[in-house]
């Protein structure tokens, strides 16, 4: 069985961001064929749908929910927490946005969303593995023995 190591400790600055921007060709297919595999494949032992490799780590589900809890998420949690905080010193900001009775449930929404994720990220890196601890022994150690399409059955 060959393997190779994927390290993701690499630098903004390097271009590797574009590994987290969804690449638009075939997007809902390669989605689809990867919530199958979560949804039932994991079960039935399937191999993985899409093939890791250095340049693609991540699969469409990956992409895209990293994408919208760094840009969507993350934001509208730290502003509706700030506007929250500072309802009594910005009185008429908090309030030309819904005040706190728009802000204190969007704020709680954002909260239970960010406690679903954590969630399903430890349920996924625990059951998506070749064994429960490998997905987050590669997020501690950041190096991951992913199989190469050459050491694959049939390949």
């Given amino acids: 069985r060959r393997t190779t190591r994927c390290s993701s400790g690499e630098s903004v600055a ?3 961001i574009r590994r987290f921007l ?18 039932k494949g994991i079960f039935a032992g399937q191999p ?5 490799t ?11 929910t990293y994408l919208a809890i760094l840009n969507v998420l993350l934001p509208a949690q730290v502003i509706t927490g ?3 905080w500072g309802a009594q010193r910005w009185p008429q900001l908090a309030a030309a946005l ?3 009775p728009l802000l204190a449930p969007v704020h709680t929404l954002l909260a239970w969303a960010f406690a679903a994720f954590i969630v399903m990220h430890v349920y996924l890196t625990t059951a998506a593995g070749e064994t429960p601890g490998a997905g987050i022994k590669s997020m501690v150690s950041g190096w991951e023995d992913v199989e190469t399409s050459a050491s694959k059955p049939g390949a």
Avoid: C, W
Avoid at 24 to 35: E, H, I, L, N
């Fill in 14 to 16: 390097s271009g590797t």
């Fill in 22 to 39: 969804p690449e638009p060709k075939d997007f809902f297919g390669r989605a689809v064929a990867q919530a199958m595999y979560y949804t």
């Fill in 48 to 52: 993985h749908p899409l093939e890791k």
């Fill in 54 to 64: 250095k340049e693609n780590r991540l699969n469409p589900l990956q992409q895209i």
């Fill in 82 to 84: 700030v506007l929250i």
């Fill in 98 to 100: 819904g005040g706190l």
